[in-house]
Structure formats: structure tokens, C-alpha cells
């Protein structure tokens, strides 16, 4: 597994141990780096070149908004997470092409949703090139009443999690498995799915609507469904910029 070369920078000595106390909780986050400055953080930023970079807005001399500028224009720019104690930021943050944003204190579901949005945007970045040349042609293999059903991914709408099994949803049917969702969002990286939620993964083919629902979140309509799908307020974005033109 590839890890995740990560860098914190922030000048609260607190904040940065707290920060990688929660993402030392992912083994693929490789913490490379610290620093307490703007100034610093472009120095380790550029002589290590991470795949994202954890920044704190209010800085003395160099803030943070000020160290995202600089990055953005590097030959191979890391994704930028803001880390703030005011949410107000998150319009300036995204003003500067950063990927997400954290509110202080930090707190395990942030962390979470943010790693998602992290990994989901470096995936897609890794592998997009590499699927456009390669045909795949395998089908996921699911037990159904004794038999082996083998289904044609681009025929699955969605899945989620629900207790301890995994819900595949196609057109007319559902099918029931013991697979966890991360392994199966594995197996299904050649094709165009996207989770929107810790718990569900959209093939985005099939979305048709975009709904506005509470708090800056989101559900999906999908071909062929009913109900809709939920779509975490940190993954909006991500999914706008998958789906639109």
C-alpha cells in the first residue's frame, strides 16, 4: 500500500501533537514532516514534496492562506487541509483551491471524512489516466440464494454499509454480502464510483440529481431508485467537481 506523505504545519504545539495523534490512527498516512511556521512549511514543503499538507490559517508573519498561495503554484502542488478555530474561513479556504478545511478542536468524524476526500482525490488522480487505457472487464462475484451471481459493475447503482453486511443496489435488485465497503470500493477503482458518505459508495453514472438537504449536506437521486442517498457536507465539492462539466 502506498502511503500518504503528510505534513502539519501550524505553530500551536498542541494542535500539531493533536493532529497527528488522530492521523496516526491511518495506516496509510506516513507523517514525513512538522512545522511552526509559514515560512518554515514552505521550506520542508519543497524540499520533500508531501501529498498533502495540513495548514493552520492564523500564523504570524506568513498565515496560512499566504503559505496555500505559494503551494498552488508549485510544479506538483499537495492537496492543502486548513485547520482553523473559525469556520468562517472556509470560503477563503476554498478561494485557494485548498481541498477541505478542519475546525478546531479536531474530533475523530472530521478526521475521517477528511482522509475520505483525501484519498478519493488522490485516487482519482493516480489511477484516472491509467483507466482510460485499460478495458476492465471483471464482474464482482456475489452468493445469492446458493448460487454465484456475477454482476457487471457498471450495472451497480450504489452500496452502502448497514450493520455488519454490505447492500449492493442495481436498477431492480439488491444483493447482501459480508464484504466491508473499503474492500470492495478497492475492487471497484477502474470504474467511476465515489463515496459521498463513510457508508455509501455512488456510481456516478447513475446520478441524476444533486438535492440540498441541511447544514451544507446534500443527497443524490440515482437512475432507477427511490430513495435518496446521503452526501456528507465534506464531500460535496469533490462530487460537484466529478460530476459537472
Same mark, same amino acid.
Given at each position: 500500500m502506498k502511503k500518504i506523505k503528510t505534513i502539519?504545519?501550524?505553530?500551536?504545539?498542541?494542535?500539531?501533537?493533536?493532529?497527528?495523534?488522530?492521523?496516526?490512527?491511518?495506516?496509510?498516512?506516513e507523517i514525513i514532516g512538522e512545522a511552526d511556521s509559514g515560512e518554515k512549511g514552505l521550506e520542508i514543503v519543497m524540499r520533500n514534496e508531501p501529498d498533502v499538507v495540513f495548514v493552520d490559517i492564523e500564523m504570524p508573519q506568513m498565515s496560512g492562506l499566504? *503559505? @496555500?498561495?505559494?503551494?498552488?503554484?508549485?510544479?506538483?502542488?499537495?492537496?492543502?487541509?486548513?485547520? /482553523?478555530?473559525?469556520?468562517?474561513?472556509?470560503?477563503?479556504?476554498?478561494?485557494v483551491q485548498a481541498l477541505d478545511y478542519l475546525v478546531k478542536p479536531f474530533d475523530e468524524e472530521q478526521i475521517e471524512d477528511v482522509i475520505g476526500r483525501i484519498k478519493e482525490r488522490l485516487h482519482n488522480t493516480d489511477f484516472k489516466e491509467k483507466e482510460k487505457s485499460t478495458?476492465?472487464?471483471?464482474? *464482482? @462475484?456475489?452468493?445469492?440464494?446458493?448460487?454465484?451471481?456475477?454482476i457487471p459493475p457498471k450495472d451497480? /447503482?450504489?452500496?452502502?454499509?448497514?450493520?455488519?453486511?454490505?447492500?449492493?443496489?442495481?436498477?431492480d435488485r439488491t444483493f447482501r454480502l459480508r464484504t466491508p465497503i473499503k474492500e470492495l470500493e478497492e475492487k471497484l477503482r477502474a470504474y467511476p464510483f465515489f463515496r459521498t458518505h463513510k457508508s455509501y459508495l455512488v456510481n456516478l453514472d447513475k446520478v441524476e440529481e444533486l438535492i440540498p438537504w441541511f447544514n451544507g449536506a446534500f443527497q443524490v437521486k440515482v437512475v432507477g431508485r427511490k430513495e435518496e442517498i446521503p452526501v456528507s457536507r465534506n464531500y460535496v465539492k469533490a462530487l460537484r467537481e466529478q460530476l459537472e462539466l
Open positions: 502539519i504545519i501550524d505553530d500551536e504545539p498542541y494542535s500539531r501533537d493533536e493532529l497527528t495523534f488522530l492521523l496516526k490512527e491511518y495506516e496509510d498516512i499566504e *503559505l @496555500a498561495k505559494a503551494l498552488t503554484n508549485m510544479k506538483q502542488a499537495p492537496l492543502i487541509i486548513f485547520a /482553523t478555530a473559525y469556520a468562517d474561513y472556509a470560503v477563503k479556504a476554498f478561494r478495458a476492465a472487464v471483471g464482474k *464482482l @462475484a456475489v452468493e445469492d440464494d446458493g448460487r454465484i451471481v456475477y451497480i /447503482t450504489y452500496l452502502f454499509r448497514e450493520e455488519r453486511e454490505t447492500i449492493i443496489c442495481t436498477k
